[in-house]
């Protein structure tokens, strides 16, 4: 390294650690690769708690589709796609689609800005698949005067440059060692690369330098790359680049610009190398920025003011306005002084804000009641119980008992189960129904039939309108019934050559995409539910279960009081269906199923899933899930399985994977609704590890996890 370069990054490490930082911190962007950062080099500064992002990107010869999310405070997790635009997927064949290469990445902020120290990440990128973009860094962000500079230190494609030694190579010679890399005849992919992390006999500096606007709606920078790319060698098994052609640099330097025109947008434009242009989009949320609204609201005047006596039902037609649904009222007492209110609870999802909500509003319309008890029915069966005293709650009201007092006496518990119609004992007086059966229930709404990554083309897809229908023939047995109809789209070109060597329970998703024709069953079944003890919870499903496979699926969950912890058990007969997806079935038929524990942490909303069983594939083995559960509702998470298929037989992947988002849609707009919005995504679709996709279950139907 040239003098000059020491003294210029001597003067930034100094400038950086030593300047006092802002008054506020900057906005957030993203690289190209999807990763915190400018355009090929990262920076230390951690998007808010809670950010969603989806970003594209073009750095010729690449074009990245990233997805990402801010998981922890000190935690970024990452996924992206990579097209190489002059590389084939296939080569030895006519089809023409450019090479796809999928990746994830992991970045952890340990230490945040100070008014006097840094911010400090660690990055661990494209860890699983191929890891043929594979690098780790360490990077170090201060900021001052709407100036921001990162300096910092990269590892194995971002080290390419080979400034320096590897300083941990005086830790362990392991450090020290060249780096593995991916062989596409020997290598299955998917494993982790751990021994390549900050490993090599050469590390590279990079650093940036960003000014921000006034109004953070504008950065302008430089950077200095620690990647050199393509060193002349054409064979994949020693170049710097997995492109078919060398990528050429003609300097470390890149610049580049970026614009933010309204939230939640990022456009950037820069140029790299000394001869590529490059442009990325980015979208993205702080979707934990408005947390649920979960304080019952007070009577309103015109509540207030009416007459019991002259509109006997507008405490209920207060109810329902409150999206707080009435299943039916059971009069108690000898002067029917107590009740019994069965409802959804649908305003806030929040059992203690919606019970008071139904006892204020209860006792303003039934002046001849002292006791009340609230209990909140999901699929017919009653999930948790509370009961308020007039007296508690006008007291609290006025100011004389506080919030916690008030609550502690409302004995908030599981509800016990109802044999038949009633759970009351004494004088049961009348019940009122509010909710009649049979009743029915219709929708249609537009859907997305994708496939990505596909040898056919980077991502196929179909517009469909999906139809369903639903008849609630009594609070706990219905009917229903999901269909599709193809509008739209290119899955009628989507191509595979995948091959298994366990029974095709999922890896002939193409088939069942192209073959399906103009309309499809996506399901049809019977559903029940019951309530079998105070903490045991039952339902049974019957016919066409998912888009592949029928049969009959029966669940069960244990769910103890303090309600951070439930057990769950699940039993199925599985039967492959036909192709088209009507009424057909295949002669492959599996029994399946799986014990499991599910536990909320109570740390930052962090959720945890463990199950163990037998696998559609007939495998046996158990799947991890790990996720966050956000103030809005918002809940990010992956999951892993391992069997006791070796990775050889489970082919490209070696193991099960993927990540997902489940985003209700009051989160979105400001509503409260059941409707969510659930992507899940594995990167590659194989046999091994499949579970049956039933819908309804009953954890999430009993808002499990969920606070009294």
Not at 655 to 677: E, Q, W
Request: net charge negative; with cysteine; hydrophobic share 40%.
């Amino acid at each position: 390294m040239s003098q000059r370069l020491r003294r210029a990054l001597g003067l930034l490490l100094i400038s950086t650690f030593a300047a006092p930082a802002p008054a506020a911190p900057y906005f957030s962007g993203a690289a190209s690769h999807g990763m915190p950062g400018l355009l090929e080099t990262p920076w230390a500064y951690a998007p808010p708690d809670g950010t969603l992002s989806l970003s594209i990107s073009s750095a010729l010869p690449y074009v990245y589709l990233a997805t990402s999310a801010q998981v922890l405070p000190w935690f970024w997790f990452g996924a992206r796609y990579t097209q190489v635009r002059d590389r084939l997927y296939q080569p030895d064949s006519t089809n023409d689609t450019p090479y796809l290469d999928k990746g994830f990445d992991l970045v952890f902020s340990p230490l945040t800005e100070g008014r006097y120290t840094p911010a400090v990440s660690i990055g661990l990128l494209d860890i699983a698949g191929t890891g043929i973009f594979g690098s780790e860094y360490i990077a170090a962000s201060k900021s001052w005067w709407g100036f921001s500079a990162t300096l910092g230190l990269g590892w194995g494609r971002l080290g390419s440059a080979g400034d320096l030694q590897n300083p941990l190579s005086e830790i362990s010679p392991r450090f020290d060692e060249e780096r593995d890399v991916f062989d596409p005849d020997e290598d299955q992919g998917g494993a982790l690369f751990s021994d390549n992390w900050f490993s090599g006999p050469e590390t590279a500096v990079f650093g940036s330098l960003a000014w921000h606007s006034p109004a953070r709606r504008w950065q302008a920078f430089v950077e200095y790359d620690g990647n050199i790319y393509d060193n002349g060698n054409t064979n994949l098994q020693r170049d710097n680049e997995p492109a078919s052609r060398r990528v050429a640099s003609a300097t470390r330097w890149n610049a580049g610009v970026r614009w933010r025109p309204w939230r939640g947008t990022e456009l950037t434009a820069g140029y790299i190398r000394g001869n590529t242009a490059t442009v990325s989009i980015r979208l993205f949320g702080d979707l934990d920025a408005n947390p649920l609204r979960t304080t019952p609201p007070a009577l309103s005047s015109r509540i207030q003011r009416r007459s019991t006596q002259e509109e006997a039902t507008s405490w209920v037609d207060s109810l329902w306005s409150e999206n707080l649904w009435l299943v039916r009222k059971t009069s108690t007492g000898p002067a029917h002084n107590s009740a019994r209110i069965d409802a959804v609870f649908g305003r806030t999802g929040h059992f203690i804000a919606d019970s008071l909500s139904i006892a204020r509003i209860a006792f303003q319309g039934l002046p001849e009641v002292d006791t009340l008890e609230t209990r909140d029915i999901r699929v017919g069966m009653p999930r948790l119980q509370a009961t308020w005293k007039r007296a508690d709650v006008a007291a609290e009201e006025a100011g004389s008992l506080s919030r916690a007092e008030l609550i502690e006496s409302a004995q908030i518990s599981q509800a016990s189960p109802c044999p038949g119609v009633l759970c009351s004992s004494g004088d049961l007086g009348r019940v009122e129904h509010y909710l009649q059966y049979p009743a029915w229930a219709y929708t249609v709404g537009p859907s997305l039939r994708s496939n990505i990554g596909s040898a056919g083309g980077f991502w196929l897809t179909d517009f469909q309108l999906k139809p369903g229908v639903r008849l609630q023939l009594s609070g706990d047995l219905s009917l229903s019934s999901v269909a599709a109809l193809r509008v739209a789209g290119t899955l009628d070109e989507v191509t595979s050559t995948d091959s298994s060597a366990l029974p095709p329970v999922r890896s002939n998703l193409e088939q069942y995409q192209t073959e399906s024709g103009f309309a499809y069953l996506e399901s049809l079944e019977a559903e029940y539910f019951q309530k079998l003890s105070q903490r045991l919870y039952a339902k049974v499903n019957v016919g066409i279960l998912e888009e592949m496979f029928g049969g009959v699926f029966g669940e069960l969950a244990w769910i103890p009081s303090e309600r951070r912890l439930a057990l769950g058990l699940e039993l199925a007969w599985a039967q492959q269906r036909n192709f088209n997806q009507l009424f057909g079935f295949q002669g492959y038929g599996v029994l399946t199923g799986h014990a499991s524990i599910h536990w909320n942490t109570g740390w930052h909303g962090v959720r945890t899933e463990l199950s163990v069983g037998r696998y559609l594939a007939r495998d046996t083995g158990a799947t991890l899930k790990v996720s966050r559960q956000f103030n809005s509702g918002l809940e990010v998470g992956a999951f892993a399985t391992r069997t006791n298929v070796s990775a050889e037989d489970f082919g490209e992947g070696s193991f099960d994977k993927g990540f997902f988002f489940n985003l209700p849609l009051d989160t979105l707009m400001g509503t409260r609704s059941k409707d969510t919005i659930r992507f899940e995504y594995r990167f590659l679709t194989r046999d091994g590890g499949q579970k049956l996709q039933v819908n309804r279950r009953l954890l999430p139907e009993l808002d499990f996890p969920a606070t009294p």
